[in-house]
């Protein structure tokens, strides 16, 4: 099938006499020109190096363990049943948020006309307060006359600034100016 040609380095030099001797085996693949890829791509999809692949096959085809084993392909039944079980999971968790939000919004319903009916009880036990934004101006301008002169340009632009203001409050499409 192959041509292996088994190289054993047992060229010991003096220098070397402490270092130990490294078999190595190269393997020529002349007449399978695909198989080395074929080779990468599997040891990839054991995320193994390519020698470690290749000693694994070799103890394998021996009968000897093996560092790497792959794990075993699971049947169609068991991936059908993992399907099953997490769209189950996905399912259960968005019908339980659905439920939720239906619930809130039925309570949110229910609620309402009972806030509405006591809103219109109290308005109608409540005397209506308007109040006398003349007045509040007026306040405001005395608390103003202690710190600055009623002639000054500040307090007669607190005045118009104020005179505006009540005019919005009130509606009035141009406010006086005075």
């Known amino acids: 099938m192959f041509n292996l040609v ?99 919004e039925f309570r949110q319903d229910d609620a309402q006309p009972a806030l509405e009916e006591n809103r219109q009880v109290a308005e109608e036990v409540r005397p209506e307060t308007r109040l006398d934004y003349q007045e509040i101006r007026d306040r405001i301008l005395r608390s103003l006359r202690s710190k600055v002169a009623t002639t000054s340009p500040q307090f007669k632009t607190a005045t118009k600034v104020l005179d505006r203001f009540i005019s919005e409050l009130e509606g009035e499409p141009n406010p006086p100016q005075k």
């Open 6 to 104: 088994a190289l054993l380095d047992e060229r010991i030099d003096s220098s070397m006499t402490d270092k130990p001797v490294r078999p190595q085996l190269n393997v020529r693949l002349d007449k399978y020109p695909s198989l080395l890829d074929d080779i990468k791509q599997a040891a990839s999809d054991r995320n193994t190096t390519v020698s470690q692949f290749v000693i694994d096959t070799i103890l394998s085809a021996l009968g000897k363990p093996t560092t790497t084993t792959p794990p075993p392909t699971p049947s169609l039944e068991e991936i059908l049943a993992e399907v099953d079980r997490i769209v189950d999971a996905k399912l259960d968790k968005r019908l339980g948020e659905f439920e939720q939000r239906l619930l809130a």
